[in-house]
């Protein structure tokens, strides 16, 4: 039997909340008889305007949503695979019910002047403060300059609209979640621009145990994003990689059904990039996670990420 109620809690950004109101709109069509209700709430990643290094790192956006899930005052939290740190276990008590099925991984451009990336003349200041796009930028366009920019997306068109950047870097999905693909200029390649482990997906979040409650949302989950979350998050989770960490990579069920996953690791001025593609074959998810993460430790990825403060 489907559940009555679920108290769905989240960010209270305007794409953390369009992301619950997707989840919303398929549970309805699943269970048109369940009711669900909405606890945004504030996050200190959300507060926080300073780096993110200085409050605890990934976390800053998950802790309080997570915290309102353990206390019984909601029963699921929705929130963007990206944002969950891999480097330690979910919070004990909690697991995760589904996966969504993916959105776009990639990351976009917004030029006001409509400029594509290798147009861009030397100096442009590029609006972003991920240590990912910072080490690739500076690996493959090294004329342009990154100025650190905080906030939620829309806040940062709006500092982009001020001046406090020339451009911005912003993920295709998030985009997309909040309506706003027309400010897009150009989408770069996975090839341009490596994304983010857990790029694109959603996570259903609940308490362990709830079993009516998993029941009644897991079919909501997607077999290839679990399969390409799983190779992800075990991939970073044997690297160790912390917020400060340049690490990218994805994972993708090719045609034909199998699991390909490839990663790199970046120095934080992009000099050095570890770069490792393997297919699973036999290997399960989190075994071709676990082999890859190898390859770049072998290639020397523990120096590389160690040598960045955090
Ligand atoms: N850091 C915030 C965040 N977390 C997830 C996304 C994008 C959407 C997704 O990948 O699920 C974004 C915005 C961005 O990086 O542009």
């Excluded at 950004?13 to 504030?42: C, D, F, I, N, Y």
């Excluded at 998050?233 to 912390?242: S, T």
């Excluded at 393997?278 to 160690?306: C, H, K, M, N």
């Amino acid at each position: 039997m489907p559940v009555d109620l679920i108290r769905i809690v989240s960010r209270d950004s305007p794409m953390a909340l369009a992301q619950v109101e997707r989840v919303r709109a398929e549970l309805a069509t699943l269970h048109p008889g369940t009711e669900t209700t909405v606890l945004p709430v504030k996050t200190t990643g959300d507060k926080w305007m300073g780096d993110l290094s200085q409050v605890e790192g990934k976390g800053a956006f998950t802790k309080e949503v997570d915290a309102a899930l353990l206390a019984g005052e909601a029963d699921l939290a929705v929130h963007c695979v990206k944002d969950i740190p891999a480097d330690r276990p979910l919070p004990a008590g909690t697991m995760f019910a589904a996966f969504l099925k993916r959105d776009d991984i990639r990351d976009a451009l917004i030029h006001p002047g409509g400029l594509t990336l290798d147009q861009l003349p030397a100096g442009t200041r590029i609006g972003t403060s991920s240590v990912r796009r910072i080490a690739q930028l500076a690996a493959s366009h090294p004329h342009l300059e990154c100025v650190p920019i905080r906030g939620n997306a829309n806040r940062r068109m709006e500092k982009l609209a001020n001046g406090d950047a020339d451009a911005l870097l912003l993920a295709v999905a998030g985009l997309e979640r909040i309506g706003r693909t027309d400010v897009i200029t150009e989408i770069l390649s996975t090839e341009t621009m490596m994304p983010p482990i857990g790029a694109g997906v959603l996570a259903l979040q609940c308490r362990e145990g709830d079993t009516e409650l998993i029941d009644t949302v897991s079919p909501l989950g997607d077999p290839d994003a679990y399969r390409e979350t799983q190779a992800e998050r075990m991939l970073l989770h044997v690297l160790q990689g912390h917020c400060n960490s340049p690490i990218a990579g994805f994972a993708r069920v090719e045609r034909g059904g199998e699991l390909s996953l490839r990663a790199c690791v970046f120095s934080a001025d992009g000099k050095t990039v570890l770069n490792a593609h393997e297919w699973a074959g036999r290997l399960d998810p989190a075994t071709l996670g676990t082999s890859v993460a190898v390859a770049l430790l072998r290639q020397g990825a523990r120096d590389v990420i160690d040598s960045i403060a955090h």
